[in-house]
């Protein structure tokens, strides 16, 4: 089946460092990909819809200067949490989306978790 | 616009006994919904999902789900739980198989051995 993978699993960082976050579609080509964001606890939040080649789509209350989103390819989509402070400190998931053939669907990552000292 | 409710945000049943989620779902477009689990630190697994094809939908490890639109529910049955079925389960809405996915609340479930 599809998989995707995320990279890196966990991160710890400093107050006030960037962190990139990647998610990759392993073996199909996504045009979609989305990050959500779990806080302990707490259910999934949807942060941004990313489409390859343009910009992504910020959901309401996601800062999109502080949650910059790259979809250079088919297969990589990128988070980066700019000027990471403690409350940034969460569990971000992406998925990729298939959508075509019998399998379409969507696809979660495994997750990575964020701490932010 | 789509959203998903949970009722019980925390559920505890015997091993061996029953288990019943609750979900209920909001949409103004015929939904795709989808039945989610997370075991600590871990990512989510997909248990089953609805696509229209049948109302009853049989997923992974002896779960099923039943849409019934009349109720707008779809609620997430086991027949017998098992110890290693404790975890937090996600009830969840789409406007398609492949959409952006609407997450409901969570529930908590505990099986008491």
């Known amino acids: 089946g599809a998989v995707v993978s995320q990279h890196p699993s966990w991160v710890i960082c400093k107050s006030g460092t960037s962190v990139k976050i990647e998610c990759r579609s392993l073996?199909?080509?996504?045009?979609?990909m989305f990050w959500y964001r779990q806080f302990p606890k707490q259910s999934l939040m949807l942060m941004a819809t990313?489409?390859?080649?343009?910009?992504?789509?910020?959901e309401q209350g996601v800062e999109k200067d502080k949650f910059l989103i790259n979809h250079a390819s088919l297969t990589l989509s990128t988070l980066t949490v700019t000027s990471a402070h403690p409350e940034d400190s969460s569990f971000y998931i992406c998925?990729?989306?298939?959508?075509?053939?019998?399998?379409?669907?969507?696809?979660f990552g495994p997750g990575t978790r964020l701490l932010v000292l | 616009a789509q959203s998903v409710t949970q009722l019980g945000s925390h559920v505890s049943v015997s091993e061996g006994a029953l288990v019943l989620l609750r979900c209920n779902y909001s949409s103004s477009v015929p939904p795709y919904l989808f039945w989610y689990v997370q075991y600590p630190n871990q990512g989510l697994q997909l248990l089953l999902k609805y696509t229209s094809a049948a109302t009853l939908v049989k997923g992974i490890n002896g779960f099923e789900a039943e849409f019934k639109k009349s109720e707008t529910s779809f609620h997430l049955t086991k027949p017998s739980a098992h110890m290693s079925d404790a975890a937090e389960y996600f009830c969840?809405?789409?406007?398609?198989?492949?959409?952006?996915?609407?997450f409901g609340p969570g529930t908590s479930l505990s099986v008491i051995p």
């Open positions: 073996d199909f080509q996504a045009t979609t």
């Open positions: 998925s990729a989306s298939l959508n075509s053939g019998p399998q379409e669907t969507q696809y």
């Open positions: 990313s489409n390859e080649g343009s910009k992504a789509t910020y």
């Open positions: 969840a809405v789409s406007q398609t198989s492949y959409d952006k996915v609407i």
